[in-house]
């Protein structure tokens, strides 16, 4: 079946440009988290959705990081003015329900790779 | 807050046993550890996941210490495609339900 997939796989920018970064989740799953992933490192939580409410946004690195998810099922990571730090692989994942707490099994996307210039 | 503690690195020859450990020494008595690996230019996949007494799936095997203060993630004959990283989760690192990676164990497997 169809797992999650993510759009665009790899996005250039220059320094001062808004991206907009695509997740598809598993249809039907409610929980839907952003990670970033730094080079070398473990992937970084971002924010967590559960339907279209966003729940927790603590991960998101500043103000210029906003996501949305308005029908409860694709959701859009937009980075305002971006700064060369922005630079990372971007996660998204999604779980089959909404148990707060308890680590259900993520199932993650490819990534989006953003280098910012 | 659980943590866990992994191996930076680890090697492996093809067709060969692999054991992962990972230290988890404040977790307490009802929570799961949990298992990822991620795969070169690849999102992190799900592995395994146990309790107390010792798992099996498709993919691996995982013996959780008596104590568990400590599991052990087993591949029964590492191929080349299993090199990748291996990330032990603490259990309810985040308040949602997020996970909480640390930097995993790289392993590389030689043919």
């Known amino acids: 079946g169809a797992g999650v997939s993510q759009s665009p796989r790899y996005k250039v920018a220059k320094r001062g440009q808004d991206v907009a970064l695509r997740c598809d989740p598993i249809?039907?799953?409610?929980?839907l988290f952003w990670y970033q992933q730094a080079l070398g490192q473990g992937p970084e939580f971002l924010t967590y959705?559960?339907?279209?409410?966003?729940?927790?946004k603590s991960g998101l690195p500043s103000d210029r990081f906003f996501a949305e998810r308005p029908e409860g099922s694709v959701s859009t990571l937009k980075i305002q003015r971006t700064q060369q730090e922005d630079s990372a692989v971007y996660l998204c994942?999604?779980?089959?329900?909404?148990?707060?707490?308890?680590?259900?099994?993520?199932?993650f996307g490819p990534g989006t790779r953003l280098l910012v210039l | 807050d659980a943590k866990t503690t992994q191996p930076n690195s680890m090697e492996s020859n093809e067709e060969e046993p692999v054991h992962l450990p990972c230290n988890h020494s404040?977790?307490?008595?009802?929570?799961?550890i949990h298992w990822y690996r991620q795969l070169p230019s690849q999102g992190p996949e799900y592995v395994i996941h146990?309790?107390?007494s010792n798992v099996n799936n498709r993919m691996a095997s995982l013996a959780i210490a008596e104590d568990r203060k400590s599991s052990t993630l087993i591949l029964h004959r590492a191929t080349l495609r299993d090199a990748a990283v291996y990330y032990c989760?603490?259990?309810?690192?985040?308040?949602?339900?997020?996970?909480?990676f640390g930097k995993g164990t790289k392993l590389s497997v030689k043919p």
């Open positions: 994942a999604s779980s089959v329900g909404g148990a707060i707490g308890y680590q259900e099994t993520q199932y």
């Open positions: 249809s039907g799953h409610v929980s």
């Open positions: 959705f559960q339907n279209e409410a966003q729940l927790d």
């Open positions: 404040t977790i307490s008595g009802t929570d799961y």
């Open positions: 146990g309790l107390t």
């Open positions: 989760i603490p259990p309810f690192g985040g308040s949602q339900g997020n996970l909480i």
